[in-house]
């Protein structure tokens, strides 16, 4: 399994096989493709909750996440929170702020994927990490022919320290990956054989007018709950 270089990128580009809208040539590195923050977010285990989280109930996770929120122009959250600007972030730029130990859904601005054959890995960029914001926190693997903007689960490791992220930052990257030939297509969802839980179709203009921010929310509820099957001559199970 090879990793895609710069040059296949941007031949996987031309060729329609790699998908990125918007594309900005600035945005491939030597073997990796960035990617930038949009402005939803959910946000996670709201002050005052102290109950039992259940993920496999769409009622409950629609109750955990609330309502999804959008980034606020840096000055209005400097006024609201009475703090000073911070430098080199423009007044009337949107900000997602991320609090001491906190975690959020959010999502790239692009649509991106690669079609079958094909897989990605989508890792933060080190600047992130150095920061201590962790940007795809344990989920990042993506399969063939799914195409969409991503989910990022963004988690502030900081302890004490408060962190704003800019929208339009290139704040992740993705790693292409060759696979062998893939029988289905995760866009054309289960009927094909993958979960397809979180993408209907693989038309992308389709896609983008569809788009919405709950397409973040997760949907574990969608699957079924089954034993696995025992193991021949395993006791204590």
């Not at 859904?105 to 079609?115: D, P, R, S, V």
């Not at 339009?168 to 995760?186: D, H, K, M, S």
Request: glycine residues 10%; proline residues 7%.
């Amino acid at each position: 399994m090879g990793v895609y270089s710069n040059i296949q990128i941007k031949k996987a580009l031309d060729d329609g096989h790699i998908v990125c809208r918007p594309f900005s040539p600035k945005h491939i590195s030597h073997a990796s493709l960035d990617v930038t923050l949009g402005a939803n977010y959910y946000r996670t285990e709201r002050a005052g909750d102290n109950t039992i989280y259940n993920p496999f109930d769409e009622s409950d996770v629609q109750r955990y996440f609330g309502k999804p929120q959008t980034a606020l122009p840096h000055k209005e959250w400097c006024d609201i929170n009475g703090v000073k600007l911070l430098k080199n972030i423009p007044p009337k730029h949107p900000i997602i702020p991320l609090k001491p130990g906190e975690r959020i859904l959010a999502h790239t601005h692009e649509f991106f994927g690669i079609k079958p054959p094909g897989a990605y890995e989508i890792k933060a960029r080190s600047s992130w990490g150095r920061n201590g914001v962790a940007v795809c926190f344990d989920a990042g693997w993506v399969d063939p022919g799914y195409i969409n903007r991503l989910t990022l689960e963004i988690y502030n490791l900081n302890h004490k320290e408060i962190v704003l992220l800019p929208v339009g930052e290139r704040i992740a990257q993705a790693i292409f990956l060759e696979t062998g030939q893939v029988e289905g297509n995760y866009g054309q969802g289960r009927n094909s054989g993958f979960s397809g839980k979180y993408q209907s179709g693989t038309d992308l203009d389709t896609l983008i007018k569809n788009w919405t921010p709950d397409q973040m929310l997760p949907k574990a509820y969608k699957d079924k709950r089954i034993l696995p099957k025992g193991i021949a001559g395993l006791k204590g199970d």
